[in-house]
């Protein structure tokens, strides 16, 4: 309810002008939120209630509005509810019934019509946050569990802005003696360390922009498989030709994804033009660059990445996945 409270009051103050204040609940003991809209001869008041307090939470409203203002006011109330609302009868105020089980208005008197608008934008903005992440869960999910990990990082190493390099051995980074001694899990779990609050930033912005797309194109499983088979190549060329190295990070699997993109625009080139194609090209050859000349990055670890995601996009790619917008 605080949420939906917040979204609405902040819409009718931006769109109705409505002004806000607060007055102290006996029954919630806290203060209210009432928005208000000063029409010369009126005054007009809103509050957001569950379906359980709306009798209370009217009263004190009214107190605190008949004690307060110098003129006549209409009162309106939001009121949410998770159930079957029952109290339909006769009331002295205006009333819009809105739904959270079903996301949608039940009821709206004549007198909180306007308030429509607000709770239809509301809706559609929740909608969309639902949407989103249904569509691209993959990615969230991926960047929620490398963020969860660092988290995990920051409470063992003590450190929120480097971690240190006793705690990346600990959870899993690329060690090639200990790799040598059994523990093949670090070509994988590397993947989802990082080794401070930039390293990982930047990864996981470039994953939620490159992500999305990969997933939008080539579906939740082959996604998976891509960014998967990425990470591990993206070790396995860093265990071979930079055996010396601690390394962690999810930059191989991110480069694999670029991979997974010059795919798609080779396939679909006729489509989409050769502008995409130039900008994926641009983006690899600059964090070849950015490689190259900044110290302690695994440029192994990416052509790798590159290397195995492309092979794998190559032969998972299907044209079906793709839609024209």
């Not at 990445?305 to 079906?320: D, R, V």
Request: proline share 1%.
């Amino acid at each position: 309810m605080e949420k939906f409270e917040k979204v609405f009051f902040n819409s009718i103050t931006k769109e109705l002008k409505f002004f806000m204040r607060d007055y102290y609940s006996n029954y919630h003991n806290k203060n209210k939120w009432i928005g208000l809209l000063d029409l010369d001869e009126v005054m007009v008041g809103v509050i957001v209630v569950k379906d359980s307090d709306e009798e209370v939470d009217f009263n004190e409203a009214r107190e605190y509005l008949a004690k307060s203002l110098n003129k006549p006011f209409i009162l309106n109330l939001i009121i949410l509810t998770s159930g079957e609302y029952i109290n339909y009868g006769e009331s002295n105020y205006n009333k819009l019934i809105f739904s959270l089980k079903e996301r949608k208005i039940i009821y709206c008197s004549n007198g909180s019509k306007a308030f429509i608008p607000i709770i239809d934008y509301i809706v559609n903005i929740d909608s969309k946050r639902r949407i989103s992440f249904k569509e691209y869960k993959v990615t969230y999910t991926i960047i929620i569990l490398n963020i969860l990990l660092y988290l995990i990082e920051v409470i063992k190493s003590r450190n929120l802005i480097d971690i240190d390099i006793y705690t990346l051995i600990q959870m899993g980074a690329k060690v090639n003696v200990l790799i040598n001694s059994g523990e093949i899990y670090r070509l994988l779990t590397s993947a989802f360390l990082h080794g401070g609050i930039i390293h990982i930033f930047f990864n996981m912005s470039a994953l939620n922009i490159i992500g999305r797309e990969v997933e939008a194109v080539y579906g939740s499983k082959r996604y998976i498989a891509i960014y998967v088979i990425s990470a591990l190549g993206g070790s396995v060329v860093s265990y071979l030709f930079k055996p010396n190295s601690i390394s962690v990070g999810a930059s191989g699997a991110i480069f694999g994804l670029l991979g997974a993109m010059l795919i798609f625009g080779l396939k679909e080139r006729d489509k989409i033009g050769k502008q995409y194609m130039k900008n994926i090209l641009e983006t690899i050859g600059l964090n070849v660059i950015i490689g190259i000349t900044i110290p302690n990055i695994d440029n192994f670890a990416h052509l790798g990445g590159l290397i195995l995601g492309t092979i794998t996009s190559f032969i998972l790619f299907k044209k079906k996945n793709f839609k024209i917008n």
